[in-house]
């Protein structure tokens, strides 16, 4: 399949349900992974961290819209 297709679907795709993506990770219970109910525990280095910092900065600063989190939860 040509890049851009491939690009343009992941794209629409992505529009399309975009509430509903919002809607769920709001909804992502993120804590120590041993605590009963916890569905995603922390990351488990700097390097992820800085990782994923640098990615939602960029994706800002290229016109992305924050409509979740965007910081270490309180506690992790």
Do not use: F, W, Y
């Not at 709001?26 to 800085?50: C, F, H, Y």
């Not at 994923?52 to 965007?70: E, F, P, Q």
């Amino acid at each position: 399949m040509h890049i851009q297709l491939l690009c343009s679907g992941v794209t629409h795709a992505l529009k399309l349900n975009h509430s509903r993506v919002a809607e769920k990770a709001s909804k992502i219970r993120i804590r120590d992974p041993l605590v009963e109910n916890s569905q995603m525990g922390p990351l488990a280095t700097q390097a992820q961290l800085d990782n994923i910092d640098s990615t939602v900065a960029d994706a800002k600063v290229n016109g992305a819209t924050l409509v979740h989190g965007g910081k270490q939860p309180a506690g992790i």
